[in-house]
Structures are given as structure tokens and as C-alpha cells.
């Protein structure tokens, strides 16, 4: 069973950056073969999709982190990050990793992101 860690979450204050790190572990040693992503869940919305990257390492972004999001992977660790500039109110949510498209029964705990002066 594929188990994915995230962290580096925390309290930011607006404006603010922050670096996300997901290590998947388990059955699948390798990711790399895989297009992974960064997804986020806001109190009282449903989950979204954030940023994605390919196998070949080509990202593609949601429209409002486009310019301030970069999600980049290191296939030797089986890691993928997630680095957050210019963080706004609107970021705060629990950010979770997956694959693309995601596999519903291997969600982590995630990691809290919350942006507040």
C-alpha cells in the first residue's frame, strides 16, 4: 500500500512562503513513473486541485497560484514539493499530495497551511 507524508505546513503571515514536502513510501518505491500533484481543502469547500507535475517533470498550475506556486519532484527520494510565494488568506487550506488523477483510498493527513496577520 502506497502511504504519502506531507509537511512543512505552518502559520504565515500574508505574503509569506512556504516550502511542502510529500514522501511517498510503501508498495510503489518509485514515483517516477507517475504524475503527481499537490491538491487543497478548504474549511467548508471541497478539495482542489493545486499544481501538477508530469514523469517528464512539466508542471501545470490552477489559475490562482500561477506565478507564485512552484511544484517540483526528486524521483531518487520519491518526493515532490510544493514552494508557496506571495501567500494569501485565500492559501489557507490543508494541502495534501497524490497522484494525478488521485487514487481516493491513499489520501495522507496532509499538512496545514493557514495565512493570517
Known amino acids: 500500500q502506497v502511504q504519502f507524508v506531507e509537511s512543512g505546513g505552518g502559520l504565515v503571515q500574508p505574503g509569506g512562503s512556504l516550502r511542502l514536502s510529500c514522501t511517498a513510501s510503501?508498495?510503489?518505491?518509485?514515483?517516477?513513473?507517475?504524475?503527481m500533484a499537490w491538491y487543497r481543502q478548504a474549511p467548508g469547500k471541497q478539495r482542489e486541485l493545486v499544481a501538477s507535475i508530469t514523469d517528464r517533470g512539466r508542471p501545470n498550475y490552477t489559475d490562482s497560484v500561477k506565478g507564485r506556486f512552484t511544484i517540483s519532484r526528486d524521483n531518487s527520494k520519491s518526493a515532490v514539493y510544493l514552494q508557496m510565494n506571495g501567500l494569501q488568506s485565500e492559501d489557507t487550506a490543508v494541502y495534501f499530495c497524490n497522484f494525478r488523477p488521485a487514487l481516493e483510498s491513499i489520501w495522507g493527513q496532509g499538512t496545514q497551511v493557514t495565512v493570517s496577520s
Open positions: 510503501g508498495r510503489i518505491f518509485t514515483i517516477s513513473v507517475y504524475t
